[in-house]
């Protein structure tokens, strides 16, 4: 069975600033999805970024960047020049390639707060 | 294009009834899942629904169940409510595997259920 584990509860940073939330995961498959999902006070999920595990290259989507370490199954989210709108729930997430259809597995969460 | 719909937004039950919660995804979209958030288990996957069968279950007791329909839509009824049932139900909807699938699940907002 699949395992996310995000190990930090809550983060906070200052406008402008980097952050980075981490992920680890498990899995004894070999072709799978990797996500990240933002999930504001509004409360409607939306995807950050995607990473294919069979991509070397880390995804990149704007200010949003990922560290794709499959060796380590570690997948971190880096955010750049922080804004009051990243204040949300972040969700990191596991859905295998074939087989598994639509199913995701995410992790706990991390609650990111920005500050002005 | 109209996102995820889900309705109703807000619904109060008692212990021992039932609710059924209803599910519109994207035009053109013909997987869809559920997904149930609480506090202390965070999000769990419940069932995903494909071409009117039911392709993927959760660990959830026989109360919780679903269908969709052939415009794709979709339902999830809970019988018997117990207090442990209450949550924010959230739906997702996504093309079919083999559909240029991305793996990315677009969320609606959500039904929150309240059980007294």
């Known amino acids: 069975a699949q395992t996310v584990t995000q190990s930090q509860p809550e983060m906070s940073v200052q406008e402008a600033e980097t952050v980075t939330l981490s992920c680890t995961y498990d899995?004894?498959?070999?072709?799978?999805?990797l996500f990240w999902y933002k999930q504001p006070p509004s409360r409607q999920m939306i995807l950050v970024i995607r990473?294919?595990?069979?991509?070397?290259q880390n995804a990149t989507e704007n200010r949003f960047s990922v560290n794709f370490q499959k060796a380590a199954k570690s997948f971190s989210l880096k955010i750049s020049d922080s804004q009051l709108g990243d204040t949300a729930m972040y969700f990191c997430?596991?859905?295998?390639?074939?087989?598994?259809?639509?199913?995701?597995?995410f992790g706990a969460g991390t609650r990111l707060a920005v500050h002005p | 294009k109209a996102g995820v719909t889900q309705t109703p937004r807000y619904l109060i039950k008692t212990r021992g009834q039932q609710v059924t919660l209803s599910c519109s995804p994207i035009?053109?979209?013909?997987?869809v899942s559920w997904y149930q958030q609480t506090p202390g288990q965070g999000l769990q996957f419940l069932f995903e629904?494909?071409?009117?069968?039911?392709?993927n279950k959760g660990n959830f007791p026989g109360r919780f169940s679903g269908r969709q329909f052939s415009n794709s839509r979709s339902e999830m009824n809970v019988s018997t409510l117990e207090l442990g049932d209450s949550a924010l139900y959230l739906c997702?909807?996504?093309?079919?595997?083999?559909?240029?699938?991305?793996?990315?699940?677009?969320f609606g907002e959500g039904s929150r259920l309240t059980v007294l």
């Open positions: 629904y494909f071409s009117e069968t039911q392709r």
């Open positions: 997430a596991f859905m295998k390639h074939f087989g598994g259809y639509n199913k995701l597995i």
């Open positions: 899995t004894s498959e070999n072709n799978y999805y």
């Open positions: 990473q294919e595990a069979y991509k070397q």
């Open positions: 035009s053109g979209h013909r997987s």
């Open positions: 997702a909807s996504s093309l079919a595997p083999g559909q240029a699938n991305t793996g990315e699940l677009f």
